[in-house]
């Protein structure tokens, strides 16, 4: 299995910025398709995005134009950019990829508004 954490959440005001990093154990090339997950207490967990090994990348319409997914597979590393944080964007954000079967502790990202 390989293992994801997550890191860069934090508290910021609306109409901030945000970059998160999810580190894995072993080669992103490999895995291929990465995605971003977003999870508020009480709710399911949300896809956010994803990023394909050639780097095309797809969003959740509501971040769309605001996020941007990148990923640097040399430093086995995926990115989420978070731009013009709204106070829906809220929650605990995870990486993960397609069969995976744990996930990792996330991070937490608030915004106030």
């Known amino acids: 299995q390989v293992q994801l954490v997550e890191s860069g959440g934090g508290l910021v005001q609306a109409g901030g910025s945000l970059r998160l990093s999810c580190a894995a154990s072993r080669s992103i090339f490999g895995i291929g398709t990465m995605d971003w997950y977003r999870q508020v207490p009480g709710k399911q967990r949300e896809w956010v995005a994803n990023i394909l090994r050639n780097g095309i990348t797809t969003y959740l319409a509501s971040v769309r134009g605001r996020f941007t997914i990148s990923r640097d597979n040399a430093k086995n590393t995926v990115y989420l950019q978070m731009n013009s944080l709204k106070s829906e964007d809220t929650g605990t954000y995870y990486c993960?990829?397609?069969?995976?079967?744990?996930w990792g502790q996330g991070t937490q990202v608030t915004v106030s508004s």
């Open positions: 993960n990829y397609p069969g995976a079967t744990i």
